[in-house]
Nanobody
């Protein structure tokens, strides 16, 4: 079955960096828009970044602009989220999501924990 597997989360000090990856399998990756979401404790899941099938980043949350960079590699069936200048408020579980814009098929990864703390 389709799998989206996030990796790269962990504990980092404020001001530090992390690079998250999401590896997709058992789907035609190039047919899916990909997104990063995050959910902080006690808060709703929020969209962080959206990348079209062609690799254009069409959305980046205001709270992460200038600090986070999203990208995809269709040859490797992966997306990445480079997170710099991390703040405590970036602490959350980060999820990747795949959506086929023609069929609306949607898949979620299991999430990876990011904790920003000194």
């Amino acid at each position: 079955q389709v799998q989206l597997v996030e990796s790269g989360g962990g504990l980092v000090q404020p001001g530090g960096s992390l690079r998250l990856s999401c590896a997709a399998s058992k789907l035609t990756f190039g047919e899916y828009h990909m997104s990063w979401y995050r959910q902080a404790p006690g808060k709703e899941r929020e969209l962080v970044a959206r990348i079209t099938t062609g690799g254009t980043v069409t959305y980046l949350a205001d709270s992460v602009k200038g600090r986070f960079t999203a990208s995809r590699d269709n040859a490797k069936n992966t997306i990445t989220l480079q997170m710099n200048s991390l703040k405590s408020e970036d602490t959350a579980i980060y999820y990747c999501k795949a959506v086929n814009p023609w069929t609306s098929l949607t898949y979620w990864g299991q999430g990876t924990q990011v904790t920003v703390s000194s």
